[in-house]
């Protein structure tokens, strides 16, 4: 496939605004992309929504009349992303942030035409450093992957998060990391599926049998549906099938739940994190891996040389990778991918305007005529 480049010079924001250097350091990120790329998100109809916490950025990925749009947004250790109409919700550091749609402003984005949705980071909820992983919307209640915690959580008013289910042999509520809990998949508005490192109930447990020892369980009954993974990510209900990244050998995996088998359906040149599923095509996250003891002893480990950032596209139907796009320079990690459906070219304003080389943007609510009238 051909491969289109662009460059982007973009502020660092690793560290918080508040407590950084008043002009973060700047990090240059080039990408390419395949030629089919563009037009398999415009025959959906969607655009994407990519983090990566390595560089604490969020990008949002449109289409135009030139190809892919890339903008890139600040949010501090970017993990996972959750969509649902009319909002986004992304988790950092120590923080879920939420952004909200402002269908009225797109007439007056600029430049005039371009975008066909808004969205704008409106407020966040602090919980501290949880080690939040994947979120996802169950109905109207946000659900996050609580991984310090080895539990599934949603928000609360007046704590920290409100444990709502952890894995039958995980023993106690402790910010232990015991199993490494951390992907989530929803069916029928439920938390259906969640992926682990381990079964193990010690902290850090899972660390020394990580390689072979990651399973796919589920919620509602607790049963562990398939085992044996390798560091096992971004588990998914699509087409009436249960998905799975079997990350620490780099493939996409579909599970038959009631004998546990895992069929490889594709192999990809990355540590696969991150998966989006829409109509026939999955769009999985790739990742260079850090020369660390996390990954040592994985599969995919032996392949360190070959492997790349960005995002491949499986088309379902044949299991081939049908586009790509990969990060060159500036980004090693992907974590999340979901897609934005309905929106070609959508705007995002985060909590860092001025970082992301934009404007912030300003709204109130329209005046009353009655309310005027009466105040003379």
């Keep these: 496939m051909t491969a289109l480049d662009a460059a982007h010079t973009l502020s660092d924001c690793s560290v918080p605004p508040e407590v950084g250097p008043t002009n973060p350091p700047l990090r240059e990120v080039r990408h390419e992309y395949s030629r089919d790329f563009p037009a398999i998100l415009a025959g959906l109809g969607a ?20 190809g892919l749009s890339l903008s890139y947004h600040n949010f501090e250790r970017a993990m996972g992303v959750a969509v649902r109409p009319g909002r986004i919700a992304i988790g950092s550091r120590a923080q879920v942030w939420f952004l909200e749609a402002a269908p009225n402003l797109v007439s007056r984005l600029e430049p005039p035409g371009r975008h066909d949705a ?63 809990l951390n992907g989530l998949a929803v069916a029928d508005g439920r938390p259906k599926y969640v992926t682990v490192l381990a079964e193990t109930d010690t902290p850090q447990g899972w660390r020394p049998i990580k390689s072979a020892a990651g399973c796919l369980i589920d919620v509602p009954s607790g049963e562990t549906v398939a085992s044996g993974l390798a ?17 620490g050998v780099g493939r996409l995996c ?3 739940p009631a004998t546990g088998r895992c069929q490889d359906v594709t192999e990809l040149p990355g540590y696969t994190r991150g998966m989006a599923m829409l109509g026939p095509y999955a769009f999985i996250g790739l990742s260079k891996i850090r020369e660390t003891s996390t990954f040592g002893g994985v599969p995919i480990a032996e392949r360190r040389d070959e492997l790349k950032c ?55 609510p329209t005046p009353d005529p009655l309310s005027q009238a009466a105040r003379g």
């Excluded at 790509?324 to 860092?352: C, K, M, N, R, W």
């Design 47 to 66: 655009s994407l929504v990519v983090s990566t916490y390595q560089a604490s950025k969020v990008v949002v990925i449109g289409t135009g009349e030139q």
């Design 118 to 180: 808004c969205f704008l980071a409106r407020s966040s909820r602090y919980t501290g450093e949880i080690q939040g992983h994947e979120l996802a919307w169950a109905g109207d209640e946000l659900w996050i992957v609580n991984t310090a915690f080895s539990c599934l959580c949603t928000l609360h008013p007046g704590h920290s998060f409100e444990p709502r289910w952890r894995p039958p042999f995980v023993s106690t509520l402790a910010a232990e990391d015991r199993c490494h």
């Design 231 to 247: 560091m096992p990510h971004s588990p998914r209900v699509h087409g009436g099938h249960a998905w799975v990244l079997n990350s």
């Design 254 to 256: 579909r599970v038959e």
């Design 310 to 364: 960005g995002v491949g596209v499986i088309d379902l139907r044949t299991g081939r990778l049908a586009a790509h796009l990969e990060f060159v320079t500036g980004v090693d990690e992907i974590f999340d991918v979901v897609t934005l459906a309905g929106s070609l070219d959508p705007l995002l304003s985060g909590p860092h305007p001025e970082l992301d080389g934009g404007q912030p943007i300003w709204t109130v």
